[in-house]
């Protein structure tokens, strides 16, 4: 079993700044990617970022491309994701997530491990 424990959410205006932790723990080294999912009130969840734990490989959604940064502690058990320049769409529930996947950020029916996730909130 894996553990994702995420924190870091909040509310913030538009144009701030805020940054995400998820520590991983229990039996990781089957796991390869981690990545950060969210879901807005009546849409679908989305991939956000992910990477890749033992090359570092980062791929983001178009949508967070060149502002949002996802990266790994030297451990590589805790992923972080730096969103910049936020606006009020990105607000929404964000969740950690681990699989095993060759590239790309997973569809989420793949994803073996889920987060209890945390609220971001935006305002104008």
């Known amino acids: 079993q894996v553990q994702l424990v995420e924190s870091g959410g909040g509310s913030v205006q538009a144009r701030g700044s805020l940054r995400l932790s998820c520590a991983a723990s229990?039996?990781?080294?089957?796991?390869?990617?981690m990545g950060w999912y969210r879901q807005a009130p009546g849409k679908e969840r989305e991939g956000v970022a992910a990477?890749?734990?033992?090359?570092?490989?980062?791929y983001y959604a178009a949508s967070v491309k060149g502002r949002f940064t996802i990266s790994q502690d030297s451990a590589k058990t805790t992923v972080y994701l730096q969103m910049n320049s936020l606006k009020p769409e990105d607000t929404a529930m964000y969740y950690c997530?681990?699989?095993?996947?060759?590239?790309?950020?997973?569809?989420?029916?793949?994803?073996?491990?889920w987060g209890q996730g945390t609220q971001v909130t935006v305002s104008s």
């Open positions: 229990g039996y990781t080294y089957s796991l390869n990617c």
């Open positions: 997530a681990a699989t095993r996947a060759d590239y790309g950020i997973p569809p989420d029916r793949r994803i073996d491990y």
């Open positions: 990477i890749y734990t033992g090359s570092g490989s980062t």
